[in-house]
């Protein structure tokens, strides 16, 4: 429970839509970060490397922390914002679907759409979960997400 | 190469890495974009009340997914992957996940997994007392201490040397990986880093 956000406030965030993210598959970028978490097959590494399953995960953090500018309408007709301090947000928990990894060629435009689909506080922390796809411009599903954060007192 | 042959429930498949350096913390945070100051600055994670930086938890659970990766070598993929971030895992920790075969379904193999992550704090050799970064900084809250153990080293220990610049205190750095070669006992932090399941399908 929380003063500048009783239940009924909370709840108007529930099913709130991420900004979409939109990411441009690029070599190199998945090659540094197959590289910087210690992938040793060479078949995510390097040119028409495949898509380490690892790096869809990090664009779907981003959608997430999206909601950290997320603000909705007080009684007063005042925006009152879900997150006063985006440094209290610590990563809650995922899991992945994956499917098509191979699928995505270097140039491939990814898009990571979500919804918040639980929230609450518990313990002075406030609990976010949503559901997220990912999916090529054909509509190409790639990667199906759930994901949880944690805002820590003082946060929220 | 792995085969669902050579698989059978109960049978665990054990990964270790680390120690995370901070360079470790801060090139995930390039390669990521996430560059959020609890893992990238140590004045920030300080001032964010967590005594420091911690790593990205996407940091050591990608660890995971490219050590199985790494495992299988081509003869079959990960097609799901779930866990909840259980604790912190800071510089100069080892992360150690363990794997475990749940059920096999034709060529589908579904495990859990859980992954600890080891803090050093004090060694004891030969009469001296050695503190780590995680003791001089109080990384262990009260709530944990239960989880602190001790152990006999039976193989040199790979650790973190970190310098600062007096300049730049929580700002500038080296560091090191260095090895202790000469025993001792080990005093340190066990604490469960993250927690899920796991499904790879394999070729054969």
Redesign the interface.
């Known amino acids: 429970m929380s003063a500048r956000l009783p239940p009924e406030l909370l709840e108007k965030f529930k099913d709130l839509e991420t900004e979409p993210i939109k990411s441009k598959i690029r070599n190199k970028n998945t090659t540094a970060l197959a590289q910087a978490i210690g992938h040793k097959d060479q078949k995510f590494l390097g040119e028409g490397a495949t898509l380490s399953p690892a790096y869809i995960g990090t664009l779907v953090v981003k959608g997430l922390f999206s909601l950290a500018d997320a603000a909705v309408k007080n009684d007063k007709g005042e925006d009152v914002k879900l997150i006063t301090n985006p440094g209290k947000i610590l990563h809650g928990s995922m899991g992945y679907k994956y499917s098509n990894l191979d699928a995505v060629k270097d140039g491939d435009v990814l898009i990571t759409t979500g919804k918040l689909t639980k929230i609450f506080v518990k313990n002075d922390m406030l609990f976010l979960y949503a559901d997220m796809t990912t999916k090529k411009e054909d509509g190409t599903v790639i990667q199906l997400t759930n994901i949880g954060a944690i805002c820590r007192k003082g946060g929220f | 190469m792995v085969k669902t042959s050579d698989l059978k429930v109960g049978d665990k498949k054990e990964f270790a ?1 680390g120690p995370i350096t901070r360079g ?1 913390i801060y ?2 945070g ?5 560059e ?3 893992h990238m600055s140590d004045e ?1 994670g300080y ?3 967590l005594g420091g930086v911690i790593a ?4 050591s ?3 995971t ?3 199985i ?2 495992w ?3 003869t079959g ?9 259980r604790g912190m895992v800071r510089p100069g920790d080892v992360v150690y996940s363990t794997f475990t075969v749940k059920e096999i379904s034709g060529k589908t193999v579904k495990f859990s997994w859980e992954q600890y992550a080891k803090c050093p704090l004090v060694l004891v050799s030969n009469g001296k007392e050695y503190h780590f970064e995680g003791e001089q900084r109080k990384w262990v809250p009260e709530k944990d201490m239960q989880l602190v153990k001790t152990e006999e080293l039976k193989a040199p220990l790979k650790w973190v040397k970190t310098v600062w610049d007096p300049m730049f205190p929580g700002g500038k750095y080296q560091e090191s990986v260095e090895e202790w070669k000469d025993g001792g006992e080990l005093k340190f932090l066990w604490r469960l880093s993250l927690q ?1 399941s796991a499904e790879i399908v394999l070729n054969e």
């Open positions: 890495h470790e090139a995930y390039k390669a990521s974009k996430d959020n100051g609890i920030f001032k964010m009340g990205h938890g996407m940091l659970y990608g660890t997914i490219a050590e990766e790494n299988l070598a081509g993929k990960l097609t799901a992957i779930d866990c909840e971030m899920g």
